[in-house]
């Protein structure tokens, strides 16, 4: 007899074609007739005690229960060094099977990938911090560890900021019951100031936004709260590293997922 553990979902049709497998799903018997064996996937919060289909010479297998479930997606995915879960690969297999809407399927994908690339960025900022203290006032080996710490802070402000923009427009482009986060109300105010003067940096370097003289302008280039107390300031806007972000990187994440997993509203396009 043939023992089966699992099931596969792919993107192909064609057998032996392991680069477009999904997901492997667990399976378990369920009944026998004669000259079928039925079955179905584990679920995700089911204790799994090692049985096997098992299935004669000449049988066949129905699986008349296949569950897949976002969280299960997320569980294969490993915590990065800041205990992010990286979105994208989750979102990607659950839409594949789940989301017939393109645009939604690239959209939320797009979003997902600029939330994980803050997310390694936000990483790259504390690796950088840690050399800048061990290294002191040592100003020849300080210095470059400070500008990588100055710039990897630029770019995760602004990607971070693009995914938190992105995560806004959803409910109006395709409809979702989920709620925006409150950190995104409180915080993006100050994640856009933020961002808009880091993108155009050139006009700040003149004291200027827009070309006109700003008295908050030149304050993006003090970079004394960012040493001090792990903090960016921006004229009255300011953004804790150590909370503010990653709270808000936390919160997208959470409601793109839901998103993604949640029904839409009954006004929304395409279904």
């Known amino acids: 007899m043939l023992a089966l553990s699992h099931t596969g ?67 294969l995915q490993e915590p990065t060094a800041s205990g992010y879960v990286p979105l994208t690969p989750s979102l990607w297999s659950w839409l594949s099977i789940a989301e017939k ?39 020849p080996a300080f210095r470059p560890h400070l500008f990588a710490l100055i710039g990897a802070v630029e770019t995760a402000v602004v990607t971070l900021s693009r995914a938190v923009d992105m995560a806004t427009q959803v409910a109006a482009r395709f409809g979702t019951v989920a709620d925006l986060p409150a950190s995104v109300s409180e915080l993006r105010s100050s994640v856009v100031e933020i ?30 709260t960012l040493l001090s107390e792990n903090a960016i300031v921006y004229g009255e806007h300011r953004l804790s590293l150590d909370v503010d972000l990653p709270r808000l990187l936390a919160d997208t994440r959470a409601y793109l997922k839901m998103v993604a997993g949640g029904e839409r509203t009954p006004e929304a396009g395409s279904s």
């Open 195 to 224: 961002r808009n003067a880091y993108e155009h940096i050139e006009d700040r370097a003149f004291g200027t936004v827009r070309g006109r003289p700003n008295d908050s302008a030149l304050t993006i280039f003090n970079h004394q």
């Open 9 to 75: 979902v792919n993107t192909s049709d064609e057998v032996g074609d392991t680069s477009g497998l999904i997901v492997a799903l667990r399976i378990v018997p369920t009944r026998h007739e004669p000259g079928m064996v039925y079955a179905r996937t584990l679920r995700r919060d089911e204790e799994d005690d090692g049985r096997r289909v098992h299935v004669a010479p000449g049988e066949q297998v129905t699986l008349e229960n296949i569950t897949v479930e976002l969280e299960y997606f997320d569980d």
């Open 101 to 139: 809407d393109d645009a939604k399927f690239r959209y939320l994908l797009a979003a997902s990938r600029r939330l994980d690339q803050a997310n390694e960025l936000l990483i790259a900022v504390e690796q950088h911090r840690e050399k800048v203290n061990e290294l002191g006032d040592f100003g």
